[in-house]
């Protein structure tokens, strides 16, 4: 595919850490056309499987759903500078109580590319270990923690019954490296 160019891109409201932009793009023909999007910081979802092989999932009211989902722990790439791993660390912690000695990358999403940037940077964690949870606001304040078989988590993507988009694409690449071997 040819290469489409950005001319310009300008903030039209920015937010504590999200912005509304607005781009005019070149398409490869010269014809020139608006979008608007989204710039965002990114985000890390968390795939923490316990030593009986079960994933830790939460489950929160989500403001623009209208709605509550299960999800792997998560959280946005708010600390500028912060590598993703690190970032990663920390949401286990605050949302999960929990710890790990041992991380690996499983990979990488563009979230929702027809409205945002984000990204969101995917891993593996085992060797899990309690810590104090710090929950960040009334959605972390009430939300649940439950562990199961990450085959029966895996089933529940298949069937539509977890549908974050994280969730659904951590499983998957957390099974398969976990049955080829690569983790």
């Keep these: ?11 039209i409201h920015p937010w504590a850490m999200y912005s509304l932009v607005h781009a005019v793009i070149e398409s490869p023909s010269g014809e020139q056309f608006h979008r608007t999007f989204v710039d965002s910081p990114g985000a890390v979802g968390v795939v923490a499987l316990t030593a009986e ?15 509550v ?6 959280g946005l790439r708010d ?20 710890q790990a000695s041992e991380w690996q990358w499983l990979g990488r999403i563009a ?22 949870t710090d929950p960040h606001g009334p959605e972390e304040d009430h939300m649940t ?14 069937r539509g019954d977890l549908t974050d988009s994280k969730t659904c694409v951590g499983l998957l690449l957390a099974d398969k490296a976990l049955r080829d071997g690569t983790a």
Aim: with cysteine; proline share 7%; hydrophobic share 45%.
């Design 1 to 11: 595919m040819q290469q489409f160019t950005r001319v310009s891109a300008d903030v």
């Design 53 to 67: 092989g079960e994933v830790v999932l939460v489950t929160q009211y989500r403001a623009a759903l209208g709605d």
């Design 69 to 74: 989902l299960t999800e792997i722990p998560a």
């Design 79 to 98: 600390v500028p500078g912060e590598e993703p791993l690190v970032t990663a660390q920390r949401e286990l912690a605050e949302e999960a109580g929990l």
């Design 111 to 132: 979230s929702a590319p027809g409205v945002t940037n984000s990204t969101v940077e995917i891993f593996l964690a085992r060797g899990l270990t309690d810590v104090p």
């Design 145 to 158: 923690i439950s562990c199961v078989p990450l085959s029966e988590a895996v089933e529940k993507v298949v």
